[in-house]
């Protein structure tokens, strides 16, 4: 079982990636099942095969400890890491190809609290991928998506598994703006380039700086612009994860005649 975990900052738009990548996926005919990580979760845009508000609910935890919801998401995620053996083993009675995981709005408690590597390693760390979200109203500045790239790079130190970024909700950009974007992902120096125009001193020496490191780092990597709204992107997404653990190999070929 392949497992794909959806990161990003709050109202990325994992939880609606999670849910059309997997309506994608069944119309197809491939095999996933999807696993909410959020106890916080709030009507959820599509039907989970494993909801861990079966076990852990945000709501309850605050009112039992008397916490804000920040705080008693730390205390869920610790719940959350003891629950995971339990929730792989319900994993594992599914058979699936693929685990698609919506993790929490707090992506800093995704990212560096030790119990979502707990929950990393529970589940298989040798099979798992991160697509990490980039917002498309917070990348369409320069630094804006320099802080996002940071963040992703921060996560991806901190997580220490492979990383697919993907710019979400395509949709509400104008085809100029999304090319603009990936070409930044695509050719860091068009990035530099519009670094250097803005407008503040401060933020360009800085935006400067970081971008050095990421150059150094070696983390370019191309953005994936998807859209959950009409469908962009979701081969994409499939393509890579096949390259990434098949070498290319397609499950589509596995598939039966009748589906
Ligand atoms: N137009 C458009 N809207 C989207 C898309 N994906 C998500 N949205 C909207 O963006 C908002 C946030 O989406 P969610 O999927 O809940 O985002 P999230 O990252 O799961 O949010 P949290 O779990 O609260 O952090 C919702 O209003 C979605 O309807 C998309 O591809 N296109
Ligand atoms: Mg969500």
Same mark, same amino acid.
């Given at each position: 079982m392949i497992n794909l975990y959806f990161v990003g900052t709050a109202g990325s738009g994992k939880s609606t990636l999670t849910g059309a990548f997997k309506a994608w996926m069944v119309n197809q005919g491939l095999d996933a099942i999807t696993i909410n990580l959020?106890?916080?979760? @709030? +009507?959820?845009p599509y039907t989970s095969e494993i909801d861990v508000r079966e076990w852990i609910s945000l709501p309850e935890v605050m009112d039992r400890y008397g916490l804000g919801p920040n705080g008693a998401q730390i205390v869920c995620a610790d719940m959350l890491a003891m629950k995971a053996p339990e929730i792989k083993g319900i994993m594992e009675e599914f058979d699936s190809d693929y685990a698609l995981i919506d993790t929490p709005g707090q992506v800093e408690l995704f990212a560096y609290r030790d119990s979502s590597k707990a929950i990393i390693d529970t589940f298989g760390r040798k099979n798992s991928l991160l697509a990490y979200l980039f917002d498309p109203f917070l990348s369409r500045e320069p630094s804006g998506f320099v802080s996002l790239f940071m963040l992703c790079t921060s996560i991806q130190f901190r997580i220490e598994l492979p990383f697919m970024p993907i710019l979400s909700k395509s949709d509400m950009l104008d085809e100029e703006k999304c090319e603009k974007i990936v070409n930044w992902s695509r050719d860091f120096s068009t990035l530099y380039d519009d670094l250097i125009s803005s407008p503040s001193s401060m933020q360009l020496q800085n935006s400067i700086e970081i971008f050095k490191a990421m150059e150094v780092l070696d983390i370019q990597r191309e953005l994936i612009p998807t859209s959950s @709204?009409? +469908?962009?992107?979701m081969e994409d997404i499939y393509n890579i994860v096949q390259q990434m653990f098949f070498g290319g190999e397609d499950l589509l070929d596995d598939r039966q005649p009748d589906e």
């Amino acid at each position: 079982m392949i497992n794909l975990y959806f990161v990003g900052t709050a109202g990325s738009g994992k939880s609606t990636l999670t849910g059309a990548f997997k309506a994608w996926m069944v119309n197809q005919g491939l095999d996933a099942i999807t696993i909410n990580l959020d106890p916080g979760a @709030e +009507g959820l845009p599509y039907t989970s095969e494993i909801d861990v508000r079966e076990w852990i609910s945000l709501p309850e935890v605050m009112d039992r400890y008397g916490l804000g919801p920040n705080g008693a998401q730390i205390v869920c995620a610790d719940m959350l890491a003891m629950k995971a053996p339990e929730i792989k083993g319900i994993m594992e009675e599914f058979d699936s190809d693929y685990a698609l995981i919506d993790t929490p709005g707090q992506v800093e408690l995704f990212a560096y609290r030790d119990s979502s590597k707990a929950i990393i390693d529970t589940f298989g760390r040798k099979n798992s991928l991160l697509a990490y979200l980039f917002d498309p109203f917070l990348s369409r500045e320069p630094s804006g998506f320099v802080s996002l790239f940071m963040l992703c790079t921060s996560i991806q130190f901190r997580i220490e598994l492979p990383f697919m970024p993907i710019l979400s909700k395509s949709d509400m950009l104008d085809e100029e703006k999304c090319e603009k974007i990936v070409n930044w992902s695509r050719d860091f120096s068009t990035l530099y380039d519009d670094l250097i125009s803005s407008p503040s001193s401060m933020q360009l020496q800085n935006s400067i700086e970081i971008f050095k490191a990421m150059e150094v780092l070696d983390i370019q990597r191309e953005l994936i612009p998807t859209s959950s @709204e009409n +469908g962009t992107g979701m081969e994409d997404i499939y393509n890579i994860v096949q390259q990434m653990f098949f070498g290319g190999e397609d499950l589509l070929d596995d598939r039966q005649p009748d589906e």
